[in-house]
């Protein structure tokens, strides 16, 4: 399915801004489910920009503007093309005692533990009990089991959440949105011994037309790693596993590895963030 | 960026620097040297102010509590500090003083405060300045904490207020053989001579406005042997003398404080070297000065190239001085804002964040 994609950031401050030091996670990435066709990034007020890859393989993007400004506009245009479903590889049924036999647990250590969005308070620990009774299967039915008892017993709820809202504080309230759910989904995971990380994209909603009047953004969803198999995705908002209306960018321990735009600046506060997203099918966009 | 051409208001210079990419200089650093020089002048200046004090009263002995009160209370009220003084000491004598000025970290403007602040402006440019004068303002920083007030009132407040002027002078000995004569050496001579003209023209004030002797004590031994400390706390006594071979006269000291243009610590020979360095910093070339900052130094150092002092006295030295004063402030205070400060709305903001849905 090939999938063409805007997501356009606009900074309005108050007074000047300067010395603005950014960094973006926008880019597609490549793998066996998806292939990222093109990419463009562009910014105004118009800098060179340049590119590394961070420690979990993320194509970052970055870029100064030293001179005084009251509006920054991010706007990265892609087109991906997935991999259709009836190819993707189904994820086997492995017992979690695979994992005694190699060495993916220490391999993935940083995704078994603690992050800053994923405390691994016992309250975690304990909802994953209650999502894992009454007994264990194999690993990827205990993802399924954990994603689905979060999608049956939280409401998902806009604006209920911030950007800056915990795993343990969205258990809390049992609601927010598609980042909060992931979060809670990676605690219990990782409280129950599975590596899990945290991943960030676009969903592409095919049913109905797209509704131009309702904001779109990112999505986020997990991965989990299944020994011999790999990281298989699951998205706890929807209770299924990701397929090709799912585009991947990022991923990291959670939403603090992945920010989509982050940085610096020196100058007023932010008077307004407006973001726009959209996701297409490329035949449509292109009609 | 360039120290130079920090500011945006308009009254500052516009443009790039004209000086070579090599010499371009950060603000910071600017700053760290400006203050690294003004504290250490300041630290001598306190040295000397309390030394000739003290020396003068040894001078009279017939001094009693109450004169004695009132002299260390006239000082500390010609500092601005008689109020934070008598919140943490019962009487102003000798001995509180000392300790206040010296060694009280309570104090902003103790000598020991003074070095402080010094030694951490050096410290955050030690890749700038020469080890050796890091060594000398450290040395002495190490050498007021192993003090307290009690040991140099044992041993003798002589000997301890020629140990501050001596690195001091080291220090600046120091300074003219090893730093680079760059834009950072005109911070470091700006900030010296508008500490040293302030504190010179601080010194007059006290001798004049607030140690003011009766009608019939002028001209008296008294007043001579105040004006000898005035002259001596400025190091000024034997280039007096030199000057005016005759006895000295209270007009006379003044004059050669304030109208002097060879001695190193007068007021004019101060304000020159301030225009000068004022002039390089902020590139004004022309005749006419484009800067506040460089037209108040242009004014003042006019006045002290052709006022008289009878002209002074006429319209009041006090007054006279405490304008000088005002000026020297507003000029270092413009100076800081244009080339070495960073506007206080420019603190860092964190890029908002999107929430994922």
Known sequence: MLISLLHKTTFTYAGKAQDSFNEVRLRPVDDVNQTCRSFELKVDPATPQREYVDFYGNTVHYFDIAEGHTKLVIEAVSEVETTPNKVRAAVPEVPYSAFNAGSDLELHAEFLADSHYVPLDVELWREAQ???????????????????????????????????????????????????????????????????????????????????????????????????????????????????????????????????????????KTRSLAVDVRVREAEAARA | MAATNRKQAPAGPKGPSTRPQANLMLSRVAHSLYWMSRYIERAENIARLLEVNLQFILDFQGYDDSHLKEHWSSILASSGDLELFEKHYKTPDSRSVTEFFAFDLRNPNSIMACVYTARENARM??????????????????????????????????????????????????????????????????????????????????????????????????????????????????????????????????????????????????????????????????????????????????????????????????????????????????????????PAESTQEEQQLQQQQ
């Open chain 2, 125 to 342: 440019i030690r890749d700038q300045i020469s080890i050796e004068m890091w060594e000398t303002i450290n040395e002495l920083y190490l050498f007021l904490k192993s003090r307290s007030a009690t040991d140099v009132w044992v041993a003798g407040p002589y000997e301890f207020f020629q140990d501050i002027k001596r690195n001091s002078h080291l220090y600046q000995g120091l300074t003219d053989s090893t730093y680079s004569r760059s834009e950072g050496w005109e911070f470091i001579q700006f900030g010296k001579f508008i500490e040293r003209a302030n504190k010179t023209a601080r010194i007059l004030d006290v001798k004049y406005h607030i140690l003011l002797p009766t009608a019939s004590d002028v001209g008296g031994a008294l007043d001579t042997a105040q004006w000898q400390a005035v002259l001596r706390s400025a190091s000024a006594l034997e280039a007096y003398r030199r000057f005016y071979v005759s006895e000295i006269l209270p007009w006379k000291a003044a004059e050669f404080l304030i109208f002097s243009d060879s001695f190193p610590r007068s007021i004019h020979f101060c304000v020159a070297q301030i225009d000068e360095f004022l002039r390089r910093i902020l590139g004004e070339s022309g005749a006419r000065p484009r800067t506040e900052a460089a037209r108040a130094s242009r004014r003042l150092l006019a006045n002290l190239q052709s006022l008289t002092i009878d002209e002074v006295v006429e319209e009041g030295l006090h007054e006279f001085l405490v304008e000088i004063g005002v000026t020297l402030d507003k000029i270092s205070e413009e100076l800081v804002q244009t080339t070495m400060f960073y």
């Open chain 1, 130 to 268: 209650d999502a894992l009774s009454p007994s264990r299967s194999d690993v990827w039915s205990d993802v399924r089991h954990i994603c689905g008892h979060i999608f049956r017993t939280f409401a998902y709820k806009p604006r209920s959440t911030g950007v800056g809202t915990l795993a343990t504080d969205a258990l809390k309230m049992r609601s927010g949105v598609c980042q909060d759910f992931a979060h809670v989904a990676l605690g219990m995971c990782r409280s129950s011994g599975l590596p899990a990380r945290y991943v960030s994209g676009y969903f592409m909603k095919t049913k109905g037309k797209p509704d131009e009047s309702e904001p779109e953004a990112s999505h986020a969803w997990i991965e989990a790693f299944v020994p011999g198999f790999g990281w298989a995705a699951y998205d706890p908002t929807h209770d299924r596993p990701a397929d090709e209306r799912y585009i991947k960018v990022a991923s990291g321990r959670d939403y603090g590895d992945i920010r989509p735009v982050s940085g610096t600046y020196r100058g007023g």
